[in-house]
């Protein structure tokens, strides 16, 4: 796990170090840098401060592309019954087959209950097919979906609606410091941050390094957002075993 932490550390270190040899002059990009930095500071102190942030300093057309996983890609909730689809990632597995509004009915041969939903076996490896039966327009229909790459790009408004449910007196890591702030020559920023919180579940310490990347459109607003985290090791430190 040290070796782990170690690596990402010094990958991130090295990527923004290649930034500053690349722009020999950061202060061109300065008004971009700071920005960046209050962004990723505001992100970690408060979701009043965070939504504000976002609000006045991310362009309309913007978007957060959220980490790559391997899975379906649509979403269902938790707080009603059974397993109805809410919302499908676009050009995930899941488009090609699920409508919003599909409930499930059967998983691989196991029929849906409140009791096993959260069990059934939906994880996988990439091209690996599930068989299901949903309920569409009063009708049962077979479907299959093939496991593969899932990436959310999210709007500024479905960002700010996402956070305005968020628990605002949770917000926040327990320890939050900036390590550093570069640009490349063409104005893209890095930020590398470094925070340490509480497992919610099992009270369990972890910490973990992550590299933001900002883009900026030509009035100086945010247009595209991504992160480079460490979820692996946060996970090692929780006590999970990463397996195939």
Do not use: H
Request: charged fraction near 25%.
């Amino acid at each position: 796990m040290n070796n782990l932490k170690t690596f990402f550390a010094c990958f991130a270190l090295i990527a923004l170090a290649a930034c500053n040899m690349e722009n020999n002059s950061g202060n061109n990009y300065q008004d971009r840098m700071d920005l960046a930095t209050a962004w990723v500071t505001a992100g970690n102190t408060g979701k009043a401060e965070a939504m504000e942030m976002i609000e006045k300093n991310m362009a309309e057309d913007g978007v957060v592309a959220g980490n790559r996983y391997v899975g379906m890609g649509f979403i269902w909730n938790p707080d009603e019954a059974g397993m109805t689809v809410t919302y499908i990632i676009p050009e995930s597995p899941a488009s090609k087959s699920l409508e919003i509004g599909d409930s499930f009915v059967e998983v691989a041969g196991v029929r849906v209950s409140d009791d096993n939903r959260n069990r059934l076996g939906f994880r996988g490896k990439p091209g690996e097919e599930i068989n299901a039966v949903v309920l569409r327009n009063g009708e049962e229909v077979a479907i299959t979906v093939a496991r593969g790459a899932v990436r959310q790009m999210s709007s500024k408004s479905q960002i700010l609606e996402n956070m305005s449910e968020g628990d605002a007196e949770g917000w926040g890591p327990d320890e939050f410091n900036i390590i550093e702030t570069s640009a490349t020559e063409d104005g893209v920023v890095w930020v590398l941050s470094w925070t340490k919180f509480t497992e919610d579940a099992t009270g369990i310490e972890a910490n973990a390094y992550t590299a933001t990347r900002f883009v900026f459109n030509d009035e100086g607003k945010v247009s595209r957002i991504a992160n480079l985290t460490e979820d692996r090791f946060v996970l090692e430190q929780q006590g999970y075993s990463i397996t195939r």
